[in-house]
């Protein structure tokens, strides 16, 4: 069974930056997409960035995202990671990591993925 445990979320400023690290155990993270979703109250889950499996893959980034954000992997560690930069207030979410993707539908669609961690709290202040 899959178990991924996000970290690295806090509090920052706007235009600050963060690094946010998913670790999965019963899973390898370099064997299918990986993706990082968030979702802030009142509103939809919302695909952020996703990785495909092995390497010399494109990453997908949403287009809130794109050029700010960065998704990487580890696959000696099996980490995922996200590093946040420029962000803006209306990146205030609750991260989340997921894994298992089903290989149907889109890499950003949360119902794609069938693992997901706790979610990790993001809030940014203008």
């Known amino acids: 069974q899959a178990h991924l445990v996000e970290s690295g979320g806090g509090s920052v400023q706007a235009g600050g930056s963060l690094r946010l690290s998913c670790v999965a155990s019963g899973y390898t993270v370099s064997s299918n997409w990986v993706a990082w979703f968030r979702q802030a109250p009142g509103k939809e889950r919302e695909g952020v960035a996703a990785?495909?499996?092995?390497?010399?893959?494109?990453?997908t980034y949403g287009d809130p995202v794109k050029g700010r954000f960065s998704i990487s992997r580890d696959n000696a560690k099996n980490m995922v990671y996200l590093q946040m930069n420029n962000l803006k207030s209306e990146d205030t979410a609750m991260y989340y990591c997921?894994?298992?993707?089903?290989?149907?539908?889109?890499?950003?669609?949360?119902?794609?993925?069938?693992?997901w961690g706790q979610g990790t709290q993001v809030t940014v202040s203008s």
């Open positions: 990785i495909p499996a092995g390497a010399g893959g494109s990453t």
């Open positions: 997921a894994a298992g993707f089903s290989g149907r539908g889109w890499v950003l669609r949360p119902a794609s993925y069938n693992y």
